[in-house]
């Protein structure tokens, strides 16, 4: 009886353990850990490549901290009380634990301190061709406060990783006294979004996606990648070169559910899309909502959505205060694999701070009719 019990006490323990590890910063991942005063020159500057905790840094980095900071002629509010500085050629890397064969997202947050474009490299260490992550462009074009959030997936084909976040800059403007900010860095499993008996569609309702820090307000963008399976919201690919952003109910109107995506660009330069099996001559019902995440964004929005040859275009006015509309396409199978792309006809540009923003798109069902 004594030995069954300490058995249970070992489970009860092992159990928990694995149920308290949850998604999110990585250690220090928002750099409120400070260096040690003499690691800093000139209050700043990072002097040793270790010297902020569970970081290695190449290059100069600098350590940020003050809650509001004037860099040439931008002042950008913090996240939290710390903040890093990447200035062009520098970067800052972390070793993590994985599990061989999961999909994983990183997100990052950023923000660029002159009036250009950061391109900020991220890298997975070891890595492999179809595994590669990609650049990632920061202008502040989606967000007026200044930061942007980056999200990014792969596949752990190791146990154990490291993960690289590098400013390249831009050939053309190597100032010394840019750079890029970078915080609340975090890591979180994407986890397989199955078929069910009330949708066709994978991930229809997008609640299955990247890491959004509670400290942003401003979504997180999907860049797209050349490899599909990677992307941070299962069952959808991105096609083209352009981002959705991925946006949560604490700082959105989201038609349903606690996730969305808006679209940020128009016509071809940007679809979601799925690939569902259809049986042919049969006929199918594709239900969605189209609105706005009551985030500023006013005007005249139309999405236009394919289920293989066949499409309905739904027109939105937009107020910028939150609202949706369900849209409808029914459509006969034509072949055993059909493709479902939603696409945004334009984009608008919020008047107070002339960031891009785009329709909502949620809830997302295919049912036979």
Not at 8 to 14: D, E, G, I
Not at 21 to 41: M, Q, R, V, W, Y
Not at 231 to 259: C, M, Q, T
Not at 282 to 303: I, Q
Request: glycine share 10%; with cysteine.
């Amino acid at each position: 009886m004594d030995k069954f019990k300490v058995l249970l006490v070992l489970f009860l323990s092992t159990c928990h353990a694995a149920l308290s590890i949850t998604d999110g910063l990585l250690p220090n991942g928002d750099f409120e850990e400070s260096p040690k005063a003499g690691h800093l020159l000139n209050g700043t500057v990072v002097i040793f490549d270790t010297a902020i905790p569970d970081w290695t840094i190449s290059g100069i980095v600098e350590y940020i901290s003050s809650p509001q900071k004037q860099f040439n002629d931008k002042l950008i509010e913090l996240q939290g009380a710390h903040s890093i500085k990447l200035i062009t050629g520098s970067s800052i890397k972390q070793k993590v634990e994985l599990t061989k064969g999961l999909l994983y997202s990183i997100t990052l947050s950023a923000a660029h301190t002159c009036g250009r474009e950061d391109r900020v490299k991220l890298s997975l260490d070891p890595s492999s061709d179809e595994n590669e992550l990609d650049m990632f462009f920061v202008s502040g074009d989606t967000s007026g406060d200044g930061w942007e959030s980056f999200a990014q997936g792969f596949r752990a084909n190791h146990t154990e990783g490291e993960i690289e976040i590098s400013n390249f800059g831009k050939s053309d403007d190597d100032d010394p006294d840019c750079g890029v900010l970078i915080d609340s860095v975090a890591l979180k499993v994407i986890n397989p979004p199955k078929r069910t008996r009330g949708n066709l569609l994978k991930n229809g309702n997008f609640e299955e996606g990247p890491y959004i820090s509670p400290n942003t307000s401003w979504g997180v963008d999907i860049t797209p990648l050349g490899f599909d399976a990677h992307i941070p919201i299962p069952g959808w690919l991105i096609e083209n070169i352009n981002n959705v952003k991925y946006i949560d109910s604490d700082h959105f109107a989201i038609p349903e559910g606690k996730r969305a995506v808006e679209l940020l660009a128009f016509g071809s330069n940007i679809a979601l899309k799925q690939v569902v099996i259809t049986e042919i001559g049969k006929d199918y019902e594709l239900t969605f909502d189209v609105g706005d995440g009551k985030d500023a964004c006013k005007g005249s929005m139309v999405v236009e959505v394919f289920a293989g040859k066949d499409s309905v275009q739904v027109p939105y006015q937009s107020e910028g205060k939150g609202g949706f509309i369900r849209g409808k396409l029914r459509f006969k199978a034509v072949s055993t694999r059909t493709n479902i792309r939603i696409t945004s006809k334009q984009n608008l540009t919020k008047k107070d701070d002339r960031t891009i923003c785009g329709p909502v798109i949620d809830d997302v069902k295919l049912l036979p009719s």
